[in-house]
């Protein structure tokens, strides 16, 4: 198993380096943008601004986000960092999962 990790943990070793140096900043965004999508905004101003961010994010990223989603994902297993790594999966079931 290690063997098949292992060339994409050399690969993403200066991403996940970087990561790992700024992981508290990472984390208070992810923060924001759960709490952000956990508002109950769109009944309060009647309108639907929380759906309109997120179709804005998959129209304008599309596979890229799935993408950037994913290497995030990879580098906080393997920084050992389960903080960002849930709040990343909790993200992408915002985006993705139909919330």
């Known amino acids: 198993m290690n063997q098949v990790i292992a060339p994409f ?6 991403l996940c380096s970087m990561l790992q140096t700024n ?3 990472i984390a208070l965004v992810l923060v924001l943008f759960v709490v952000f999508m956990m508002l109950p905004i769109d ?3 009647k309108s639907n601004m929380k759906a309109n961010v997120v179709s804005n994010l998959k ?3 599309g596979i890229f986000l799935h993408l ?7 580098c906080f297993f393997f920084n050992n960092d389960v903080v960002n790594l849930v709040l ?11 919330h």
């Open 23 to 25: 992981k508290s900043v």
């Open 43 to 45: 009944l309060v101003m």
């Open 59 to 61: 129209g304008l990223l």
């Open 9 to 14: 943990k050399k690969l993403l070793n200066p």
């Open 88 to 98: 990343t999966l909790s993200v992408y079931c915002m985006l993705f999962c139909g």
């Open 68 to 74: 950037i989603l994913v290497v995030l994902v990879l």
